[in-house]
């Protein structure tokens, strides 16, 4: 009985961890778009001036994006095709665990002296946060891409930036499109 208690809680915590550290992604785009046409970006501040994050995070952000660009293929220009532009949705999740009966009863085991049920409730907060990245055509000055990757943020400072570096790389995947002509 320990050990199934054991491996259960060992899976349980597996799936959290792995279902924590993982990004939804999902991309939509205008199928009239000339993709093969854009080899050029530049940051759209207007519409990255509105993004509710703090600037330290629009920074990373910013670098991320311009370091999968560049891997692309892509330069960086003052007369662009293509203009860079984000913005950002959170949500705090509360989560209440609520075992009433311990994993133990009465006679033998970690306390033969009690018996019943008790108070096993645990509470955490996550945030779930969603980036969006824009990719607008500079000339007609409409939006022709759209990648939006969801997935929990952590508070630790030393992780963030890796964590953004992880959210923009699986988001940019999905640039360009596979376009099926």
């Known amino acids: 009985m320990k050990n199934t208690l054991k491996l259960l809680s060992f899976v349980v915590i597996t799936t959290i961890f792995t279902s924590c550290s993982s990004v939804r992604v999902a991309s939509d785009y205008d199928k009239r778009a000339s993709f093969d046409n854009y080899k050029t970006f530049a940051f759209f501040k207007t519409g990255i001036d509105k993004a509710e994050i703090n600037d330290i995070d629009k920074k990373r952000i910013l670098r991320a994006i311009e370091s999968e660009l560049l891997a692309k293929g892509y330069t960086k220009s003052e007369n662009p095709d ?3 532009s984000i ?10 665990y609520n075992n009433g009966w311990g994993p133990y009863g009465y006679g033998w085991g970690w306390n033969p002296w009690y018996w019943g049920p008790y108070n096993n409730t645990s509470v955490s907060t996550s945030t779930e946060g969603t980036l969006y990245i ?24 030393d992780k963030k930036e890796e964590r953004i570096n992880e959210f923009v790389a699986k988001i940019m995947e999905k640039y360009p499109p596979e376009l099926n002509q």
């Open 134 to 157: 824009d990719l607008i055509d500079a000339n007609k000055k409409e939006l022709v891409w759209q990648g939006m990757g969801t997935g929990y943020l952590t508070k630790n400072i």
């Open 87 to 96: 913005f950002t949705k959170s949500r705090e999740k509360v989560n209440v």
């Open 82 to 84: 293509i203009l860079v």
